[in-house]
């Protein structure tokens, strides 16, 4: 079986307003700030484990922090790797029996990697880079925080170390909770359009009506039109919202709006006047995936899995797919070459008169949110934009 822990990562840390190594959940990890904005980030994966925004006592962290979550509700918990916003490269759900055999995880390697850390005066980035010994992969995470900004910038580079092209599978696993995520008060908001409820068996292990804490609501398979999905008692729901009674546990994916360039997936709290979301493009992510694990109000859990397919699987299985509301469900790699891949993450206080999300875009170096009903506009800088360069 591999060692996770003596695959080779690289970090430079330099020109930052603040870059401090901290433990976090006993874990090893550099808070990266500019005093707008500061996020910690993980040794272990280059996982995006806290946001949050400097000296403002009142603003909790969106990100999903299970140990956290465990410990608050007297459960035990042991970290494993998923948290917060990872990566999952190369391998997006599952491995095959024989990709288990040969060592590969779920949600592939690169969330379970560790990095060393090494300092460089010359750079004005985070920059974090890994070798895949599975698939033969390297990738290189690069993070910039700008002055003035409430933006973390990410930009992705997968080179493939073989000599012939091959699909690989792809996803940032963003993922928000409790106690941002309040029934009635959060809401999640997409440049969504076609979408559908996740294909699943009632015998399926985690997948059916099986759990003592959560149960399935959403009708099996069935297309439908962002945001309201189908539900087995013959209603719909409406998938921004979260329920004021959970005991739910929802899979859906929604292809991205193909008449925009530039996607957005934010969630909103109404009550804090806190806005969390992302920017990316559809080139590299034209795919959401919606995990919903509703247990309790204490423990609400929601995936906003932005990715190359619809559905965490098995790569067989995306790759037998093809595609999806004619939208391919895998990314090529090409021979001795590389693909990239950028986003930006922002969390910042919203006007209190806003009450919704009508859209989010770049415009003119700045991130646009708009709630056009109560006519509301917050305006972020955002220089740098998505093209990975400043």
Request: hydrophobic share 40%; glycine share 8%.
């Amino acid at each position: 079986m591999l060692s996770f822990r003596r695959a080779a990562f690289w970090f430079v840390v330099a020109g930052l307003a603040s870059a401090q190594t901290v433990s976090f959940e006993g874990q090893p990890a550099i808070v990266i700030s500019n005093g707008r904005v500061s996020v910690t980030v993980l040794e272990q994966g280059a996982t995006l484990a806290s946001v949050t925004i400097p000296g403002d006592a009142g603003v909790v962290d969106p990100l999903w922090n299970p140990i956290r979550l465990a410990r608050e509700n007297g459960r035990p918990a042991e970290f494993n790797g998923a948290f917060g916003h990872f990566v999952c490269v190369d391998g997006f759900g599952q491995p095959s029996s024989s990709e288990r055999a040969a060592g590969m995880p779920m949600h592939g390697e690169a969330h379970l990697l560790q990095f060393r850390v090494n300092r460089d005066n010359a750079k004005d980035a985070l920059e974090m880079k890994a070798t895949l010994p599975i698939v033969q992969e390297v990738l290189t995470r690069t993070f910039h925080v700008v002055p003035g900004e409430s933006v973390l910038y990410v930009d992705s580079r997968l080179e493939n170390l073989l000599g012939f092209d091959r699909p690989v599978n792809w996803a940032e696993h963003a993922t928000v909770s409790a106690p941002f995520v309040e029934p009635g008060k959060t809401f999640i908001e997409i440049s969504g359009s076609r979408s559908q409820n996740r294909p699943y068996s009632a015998s399926e292990p985690g997948r059916g009506n099986d759990s003592p804490r959560t149960q399935r609501r959403l009708v099996s398979g069935v297309d439908f039109t962002w945001p309201f999905a189908p539900t087995l008692d013959g209603r719909t729901v409406d998938m921004r919202t979260f329920p004021a009674e959970p005991h739910f546990l929802d899979h859906a994916a929604t292809l991205m709006d193909p008449s925009r360039d530039t996607e957005f997936a934010v969630a909103f709290n109404s009550r804090r006047h806190l806005i969390y979301g992302y920017l990316f493009r559809r080139a590299d992510y034209p795919w959401i995936q919606h995990w919903g694990n509703y247990p309790a109000v204490a423990e609400l859990v929601r995936g906003m899995e932005f990715g190359t397919q619809p559905y965490d699987v098995p790569r067989h299985d995306a790759i037998a797919m093809g595609t999806m509301f004619d939208t391919p469900a895998f990314r090529w790699l090409p021979a001795k070459g590389a693909i990239e891949s950028h986003f930006l993450l922002f969390y910042s206080r919203t006007p209190e008169q806003m009450g919704k999300i009508d859209d989010v875009r770049i415009e003119n170096g700045t991130i646009v949110i708009e709630d056009r009903s109560a006519n509301q506009r917050l305006v972020l800088p955002a220089k740098r934009g998505l093209n990975g360069k400043s």
